[in-house]
Nanobody
Framework: QVQLVESGGGSVQPGGSLRLSCAAS????????MAWFRQALGKEREWVVT???????TYADSVKGRFTVSKDTAKKTLYLDMNSLKPEDTAMYYC???????????????WGQGTQVTVSS
């Protein structure tokens, strides 16, 4: 059973930066695709980025060039560095693990509890 715990959310002004972390209780690069999703109030959960077991990353157009995902194998942790944040980035951010990479939340069997990111002046 994979357990995921996100941290690092908070409030920041437009143009600011935040780093989110996702600590995994069990981590297998050969079995899991890792992803970040986000969900704004009143909206559907939205795919942000996926990382394959081999390290290949794919970003949503809305965050490309501003967000960077990385993994620390020794720490069993996935990171999301967010720069040039905009008010429209405000959402609850979730870490997810699944058997294959997908942009659909239904394809992921393991989720963290989420961490809130608020971008406001």
């Amino acid at each position: 059973q994979v357990q995921l715990v996100e941290s690092g959310g908070g409030s920041v002004q437009p143009g600011g930066s935040l780093r989110l972390s996702c600590a995994a209780s069990e981590y297998s690069y050969s079995r899991h695709c890792m992803a970040w999703f986000r969900q704004a109030l009143g909206k559907e959960r939205e795919w942000v980025v996926t990382v394959t077991s081999g390290g290949t990353t794919t970003y949503a157009d809305s965050v490309k060039g501003r967000f960077t995902v990385s993994k620390d194998t020794a720490k069993k942790t996935l990171y999301l560095d967010m720069n040039s944040l905009k008010p429209e980035d405000t959402a609850m951010y979730y870490c997810a693990a699944g058997g294959w990479c997908s942009t659909y939340p239904r394809d992921y069997g393991h989720w963290g509890q989420g961490t809130q990111v608020t971008v406001s002046s």
